[in-house]
């Protein structure tokens, strides 16, 4: 059973920083893609940023040069660098792993998440 559990979220004052972390455990052989998504209240779950095993990534315009994404495959970990945060960056995070194979039997497992960490920006 693959678990996803965030940390670093937090209240932080316009222009701030915040460093979020997710870690994958379980029975992992490999992770295809992590990712990042958030949801403010009111409004759908968005794309953040996403990285591949390979080190592909892609961003939301809204975050482009403000946020960095990056991993560590053997720790089966992402990490979200949030800078110049905005109070229009206030949601809740949410991991997001998916393709992944379970060593314990080869399965491909697809779209799984974590259980979220609150981002608040004050102005």
């Known amino acids: 059973q693959v678990q996803l559990v965030e940390s670093g979220g937090g209240l932080v004052q316009a222009g701030g920083s915040l460093r979020l972390s997710c870690a994958a455990s379980?029975?992992?052989?490999?992770?295809?893609?992590m990712g990042w998504y958030r949801q403010a209240p009111g409004k759908q779950r968005e794309l953040v940023a996403t990285i591949t095993s390979g080190g592909s990534t892609n961003y939301a315009d809204s975050v482009k040069g403000r946020f960095t994404i990056s991993r560590d495959n053997a720790k089966n970990t992402v990490y979200l660098q949030m800078n110049s945060l905005k109070p229009e960056d206030t949601a809740v995070y949410y991991c997001?792993?998916?393709?992944?194979?379970?060593?314990?039997?080869?399965?491909?497992?697809?779209?799984?998440w974590g259980q979220g960490t609150q981002v608040t920006v004050s102005s």
């Open positions: 379980g029975s992992i052989f490999s992770i295809n893609t």
């Open positions: 997001n792993a998916d393709q992944i194979i379970d060593r314990s039997n080869w399965h491909l497992g697809y779209d799984y």
